[in-house]
């Protein structure tokens, strides 16, 4: 493709943003569909984080990751909510915001475990940061209680104050929350590659229990590893970044994008 003064340019903003899939998944897409645009990465350190990315007026579209994405939407005219991760640029020059990571993590879930509707009523999430109240508000129509158990018991209380059906369990009693829940889904940082391995007290999951991490360096989290080793549902992290993006490259240019193609090319560039 030949890049013009007409190239529509896309990317994803953070801070760090240097080892983001977006871009490999992105013009992937951008080439299947031959379109005239390009997708990169930006890094964005801003005191000013609002400002910087209103001043971004000239991308027809960005994802927003890691610290930015209240601040995205505080920049868009207009909003599906307060943290967006998408922005995308309207004819009045203004930001248009949405949010795709709920919506992109039930979709992960419904590729994963197409029944489970019918088999998660309770649901106990790991971790009470961004992701965490996200996966959770997503879930919580859905399903009848979300515990999350957190290291840091006042951020569970309020990640479980966020929605309607939320509850805590305590982050020293994770055998009984993992005994009592349908479906758990593993948020914080201690599946990733540079963290002391975590013992998941996996041996206490009911025998249907779906497992979901959203962690996807590594892809074969030691927690879906044991989930998988006792039979369990496990959903690996890159479902959701697949699907997150899935939805917000159909808001920017109004087509599905191929799935299936988008993992084969992740997880080349993650090999
Ligand atoms: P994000 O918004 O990206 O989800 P975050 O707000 O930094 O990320 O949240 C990280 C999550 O990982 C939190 O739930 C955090 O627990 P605390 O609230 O107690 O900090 C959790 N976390 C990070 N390091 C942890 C550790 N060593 N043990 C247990 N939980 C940890």
């Known amino acids: 493709m030949t890049i013009t003064a007409a190239t529509k340019v896309y990317a994803v903003i953070g801070d760090p943003v240097s080892h983001s899939l ?9 080439a299947d569909h031959s379109l005239d645009a390009v ?20 991308f027809a579209g960005l994802n927003v990751t890691v610290p930015h994405k209240e601040a995205a939407a505080k920049a868009a005219s207009r909003n599906e909510g307060a943290v967006a991760n998408v922005l995308r ?7 248009s915001g949405f949010n795709t990571d709920g919506l992109g993590f039930l979709d992960s879930l419904t590729e994963g475990a197409p029944d489970w509707r019918a088999r998660a009523r309770r649901v106990l999430i790991l971790g009470a940061g961004g992701a965490a109240i996200g996966v959770g508000q997503a879930l919580s129509p859905h399903v009848d209680t ?18 309607p059906n939320g509850r805590t369990t305590r982050w020293d009693d994770l055998e009984r929350g993992f005994g009592h829940a349908d479906l758990i889904v593993q948020t914080t940082i201690l599946s990733m590659a540079d963290q002391a391995e975590m013992e998941w007290p996996v041996s206490f999951c009911r025998p249907n229990a779906i497992i979901a991490d ?11 590893e044991s989930a998988r080793a006792r ?12 699907h997150q993006g899935a939805r917000a490259f159909e808001i920017w240019f109004g087509i599905k994008p191929d799935v299936v193609k988008a993992r084969q090319r992740l997880l080349a560039a993650l090999a």
Not at 22 to 30: A, D, K, L, Y
Not at 214 to 224: D, F, G, K, N, S
Not at 231 to 242: E, N
């Open 89 to 95: 640029r309207e004819d009045d020059g203004t930001f």
């Open 231 to 242: 039979g369990l549902t496990a959903i690996d992290g890159l479902g959701m970044l697949i």
């Open 22 to 30: 977006s871009p490999v998944m992105h013009n992937g897409w951008i």
């Open 39 to 58: 997708y990169v990465a930006l890094q964005l350190t801003s005191d000013d984080p609002v400002a910087a990315i209103e001043a971004l007026n000239g």
């Open 146 to 163: 979300i515990h999350f158990a957190n290291r840091t018991a006042e951020r569970g209380e309020q990640a479980a104050r966020s929605i």
């Open 214 to 224: 959203i962690v996807y360096r590594p892809l074969e989290t030691a927690l879906l």
